[in-house]
């Protein structure tokens, strides 16, 4: 497959490996800017979220914050850890949700194994954040989980 960009006479040339990988990182960090809309699928948001943890070789932990409509707020790299764990405070999420002043969340976190098979963990802090959202009336939509695949606990159907 070649793809082809425009040249500065106008000209359709064929583009090189920098000029995509360019492009493709300037594409991605404005999918998840402040305003921008959000569709609401889980399809959508497993794309946007996975574009910024995909390649890190350590756990992150992070919350993509929308507001009423759905338009997002933020981004937030919350938690950063080691190659198969991370610690989150729930505190800090709080925090930030507020200071946002988000009415929804979206959950997400890398596994750098590449395995996105959902741990009783990570079930079990999505349910925990959950009831603590809950009661500052903010929903938490979604736990995505990005490894070799992206994988959505809400698509699993597992209930937080």
Known sequence: MKLFILDEQGQYVTATTPEIIKEGRSRTRSLLKR???????????????????????????GCL??????????WKEMFQGTID???V??????????????????????HPSGKTDPSQQDIELTKKLKEILQIIDVI?????????????????????
């Not at 946007?48 to 995909?54: E, G, H, M, N």
């Not at 405070?89 to 890398?110: C, D, S």
């Not at 979604?142 to 937080?160: E, K, R, Y």
């Open 35 to 61: 305003g921008t809309e959000f569709i609401g699928s889980s399809q959508a948001a497993k794309e946007a979220i996975a574009s910024k943890i995909f390649s890190y070789q350590h756990e992150v932990f």
């Open 65 to 74: 914050f929308l507001d009423t409509k759905n338009c997002i707020l933020a």
């Open 85 to 87: 764990s991370t610690t």
């Open 89 to 110: 405070y729930p505190r800090e999420v709080v925090k930030e949700t507020l200071r946002l002043n988000a009415t929804k969340v979206i959950l997400a976190h890398n």
């Open 140 to 160: 938490v939509l979604d736990h995505i989980i990005v490894g070799d695949d992206i994988t959505s606990l809400a698509d699993m159907g597992i209930q937080f």
